[in-house]
């Protein structure tokens, strides 16, 4: 028993003693005095303890904008966007908490093409050999992955794989590239919930704990045709510091999340303004790939050859649905 039990039994004994020779009513109003004082540990504080946590700040420098001037914000970003050829460096890791176990690979470099509606060109090569990794094109229907290192390819549809393979990255599709790139645009018909947060964080500048402002968009539909219940396919967060969106969550029909997208601070490409890394994680498939832009060019005309990938004759081809 405590130092604070001890005292609040020690007085208990004491106060139940010197009523115990009365008579029935002395007894009765014992009993009372004694259920009173047992609770004064409730009030001298026995019964919590105080201890010091970190304690973060709010900055300053937060604004202020109805949803109407973000999503419009989002909109103009999105539509401003026709074409984008980049020269990257993609790091890989794999596995996560749900493995017990976490690899991540040696950066290699690639292009990266993509043009609205939906084409979408991804090159990576190997380390040190500068040989192609692996090679992915789509017209938004269809796509086909070359991977010449396992003498392999695969062509079918450019959704999520019906029976996915044991190999994560051979999961990826070039939507989830696509998605990541460019925020696409919130529609009218789109049913917007806004909200806010303000997670913690260390800011990279003071190195102090402080909270991180952001307005939260969820872009929700009904959960099936005719159903008043929305379920959401979409959160972007937008930052308070400076509006600009920092991160989207994209849902699946489970709502579960399937593609999270983290966008780093803003750098200049010449004369364009463009997030200088990308994160995308699959927290589902347990992988995760950082895009860091070394080069940017926005609005070049691309071909329609440049979204063609030919695979060589010979090389076994895995058909998907």
């Known amino acids: 028993m ?6 609040g039994t020690g007085r208990a004994d004491r106060l139940y003693s010197r009523f115990a020779a009365v008579g029935r009513m ?16 409730l009030l001298n504080g026995c019964l919590w303890h105080t201890r010091k946590v970190p304690q973060a700040t709010m900055p300053k420098n937060v604004q202020s904008a109805p949803p109407e001037q973000l999503v419009d914000g989002i909109n103009k970003q999105y539509e401003a966007i026709d074409t984008l050829k980049a020269t ?43 040989t192609i990794a692996f090679d992915m094109a789509s017209d938004g229907r269809t796509f086909k992955l070359l991977i010449p290192p396992k003498s392999k390819a695969i062509e079918g549809s450019n959704t999520e794989p ?42 990279p500048k003071t190195r102090k704990l402080e909270f991180q402002p952001e307005y939260l968009l969820t872009v929700a539909q009904p959960i099936r045709s005719g159903s008043n219940i929305l379920i959401a396919k979409r959160v972007i967060h937008v930052s308070r510091f400076d509006l600009r969106p920092i991160e989207e969550d994209i849902y699946d029909q489970n709502g579960q999340i399937q593609t999270q997208a983290t966008y780093g601070p803003l750098q200049k ?22 895009i ?4 940017v060019a926005v609005n070049q005309p691309l071909t329609d050859d440049q979204f063609q990938l030919t695979i060589p004759e010979g090389t076994p081809v895995q058909k998907l649905p």
Do not use: W
């Open 88 to 130: 990257v460096t993609f790091t890989a890791t794999q596995g996560g908490s749900l493995k017990g176990q976490e690899t991540t690979y040696t950066s290699f470099n690639g292009y990266i093409l993509l043009r609205k509606p939906g084409s979408l060109r991804v090159i990576g090569f190997l380390p040190v050999v500068h």
């Open 292 to 295: 860091t832009f070394q080069k």
């Open 269 to 290: 490409f010449g004369d364009e303004l463009f997030p200088g890394t990308i994160t995308i994680r699959r927290p589902l498939d347990q992988y995760q790939i950082l």
């Open 162 to 203: 019906q029976t996915p393979s044991t190999n994560a990255f051979e999961n990826m599709r070039p939507y989830i590239f696509f998605d990541s790139l460019l925020i696409r645009r919130i529609g009218p018909e789109d049913e917007l919930l806004p909200t806010t947060d303000s997670p913690m964080g260390i800011n």
């Open 2 to 7: 405590d130092e604070c039990g001890r005292r």
């Open 26 to 41: 002395g007894r009765t109003r014992a009993r009372i005095s004694v259920a009173l004082l047992l609770a004064l540990p």
